[in-house]
T-cell receptor
């Protein structure tokens, strides 16, 4: 699977929007962009995924650049419970396992 | 509905002993995955099952590690002759069907293994 690059850490104030960036310049046409997050002492949790178009669900929004070489996970109103490591993962059609990078540690300040 | 469950939640063992870790996937999920996460490290893929078959065992770190799945449901990861470097959180995940960009994996809470 192609590689992703994320900032090691980010901070946000509670109740403010958070934009978590991910670069994936070597993405192929069949790679889906997935986001998972891992809260402290828990297993990873699916957040959202997309292919080309922007996506919204109850947890977050995913904005995908037109050339698909980058994407942004948007938490519209950060809460203290959103403090976690956020992973951006590319998954091809033939892939089975998830390949996690180092992710972005999000700190939410009260 | 019930999520992925794992047992035990914590396991402390002595070097050289064998351990068995259990995973109960979400009912109806045909695909099951094992990962491990060492302290301060990312998640490392170990093995996945499609039904009771394991098409990809490439992530198993040594022949001391084995896994099986019976009845297309419960899976057991066995570590023989445990070593201190086996200490990690072992995570299980399941999905309705295996892989591909459209599938979501649902993770269990993990088993924290400490080898003394």
């Amino acid at each position: 699977d192609a590689k992703t690059t994320q900032p090691n850490s980010m901070e946000s104030n509670e109740e403010e929007p958070v934009h978590l960036p991910c670069n994936h310049s070597t993405i192929s046409g069949t790679d889906y962009i997935h986001w998972y997050r891992q809260l402290p002492s828990q297993g990873p949790e699916y957040v959202i995924h997309g292919l080309t178009s922007n996506v919204n669900n109850r947890m977050a929004s995913l904005a995908i650049a037109e050339d698909r070489k980058s994407s942004t996970l948007i938490l519209h109103r950060a809460t203290l419970r959103d403090a976690a490591v956020y992973y951006c993962i590319l998954i091809s059609g033939s892939a089975r396992q998830l390949t996690f990078g180092s992710g972005t540690q999000l700190t939410v300040l009260p | 509905g019930a999520g992925v469950s794992q047992s035990p939640s914590n396991k402390v063992t002595e070097k050289g002993k064998d351990v068995e870790l259990r995973c109960d996937p979400i009912s109806g999920h045909t695909a099951l995955y094992w990962y491990r996460q060492s302290l301060g490290q990312g998640l490392e893929f170990l093995i996945y099952f499609q039904g009771n078959s394991a098409p990809d065992k490439s992530g198993l770190p040594s022949d001391r590690f084995s896994a099986e799945r019976t009845g297309g449901s419960v899976s057991t990861l066995t570590i023989q002759r445990t070593q201190q470097e086996d200490s990690a959180v072992y995570l299980c995940a399941s999905s309705i069907r295996p892989g591909g960009g459209q599938e979501t994996q649902y993770f269990g809470p993990g088993t924290r293994l400490l080898v003394l």
